[in-house]
């Protein structure tokens, strides 16, 4: 069974500009959710996805940060303007079904943001 | 509001030595669940376990432990004989079972574990 996949792995850019990372879940996985894992801390939920509306986006920063899921399968998570802040890593986890702390959430391999 | 605690930020061990990372929790839910995820290197975050507030017996997979003590709100994790493979940061989370949709995963800070050979 394939893994969550996420591209790019690695992406550098200045302070201002726009970036967006991608994400597919395990095929059949109805909830996706993204985190941002700072250097030295836990990941912390940005957004979480349940087929294709929102569940829970109370710790996305709206003003810069926008995330998508069209067709309740790949999601897109864009940054613009990136503020320095914003370096990080940003991993993308799908799991069965929400509604349940039970299940086990999947991640894939992030992607490592670099902001200049 | 909901916590978790990782106190140990690093950890040094030589090849065969036995290691226990500790994880403390603050949460006012009764019911709940806890998770240890290693993160090695390539930066993937793999699930070890998962625990439900209403089971605290110990658990055992191989050289890995659990002790789960509701008492002191701790969820340790042991690795006997440990290995250079087992060198990784390992994140301790919580996740409240509120009954909504939302079931995001709280982490601790991490604990860096590297095994020596």
């Known amino acids: 069974e394939a893994g969550v996949a996420q591209s790019p792995r690695y992406k550098i850019i200045e302070k201002r500009q726009s970036v967006a990372f991608w994400c597919n879940p395990i095929?059949?996985?109805?909830?996706l959710y993204w985190y941002q894992q700072i250097l030295g801390q836990g990941p912390k939920l940005l957004i979480q996805?349940?087929?294709?509306?929102?569940?829970?986006d109370s710790q996305l920063p709206k003003d810069r940060f926008s995330a998508e899921r069209l067709k309740g399968v790949d999601s897109t998570l864009k940054i613009q303007p990136a503020k320095l802040e914003d370096s990080a890593v940003y991993l993308c986890?799908?799991?069965?079904?929400?509604?349940?702390?039970?299940?086990?959430?999947?991640f894939g391999p992030g992607t490592r943001l670099t902001v200049l | 509001a909901q916590k978790v605690t990782q106190a140990q930020t690093e950890i040094s061990v030589v090849e065969k030595e036995d290691v226990t990372l500790d994880c403390v929790y603050e949460t006012r839910d009764t019911t709940y669940y806890l998770f240890w995820y290693k993160q090695p290197p390539s930066g993937e975050l793999v699930f070890l376990i998962r625990r439900n507030s209403f089971d605290e017996q110990n658990e055992i997979s191989g050289r890995y432990s659990w002790n789960f003590q509701k008492s002191t709100s701790s969820f340790n994790f042991t690795i006997t004989a440990s290995q250079v493979v087992d060198s990784a940061v390992y994140f301790c989370?919580?996740?409240?079972?509120?009954?909504?949709?939302?079931?995001?995963?709280?982490f601790g800070t991490g604990t860096l574990l590297a095994v020596q050979p």
């Open positions: 095929s059949g996985h109805a909830t």
């Open positions: 996805f349940q087929n294709n509306g929102v569940v829970d």
């Open positions: 986890a799908s799991s069965l079904r929400g509604g349940s702390s039970y299940n086990e959430q999947f």
């Open positions: 989370a919580l996740s409240e079972a509120r009954g909504g949709a939302t079931n995001k995963l709280i």
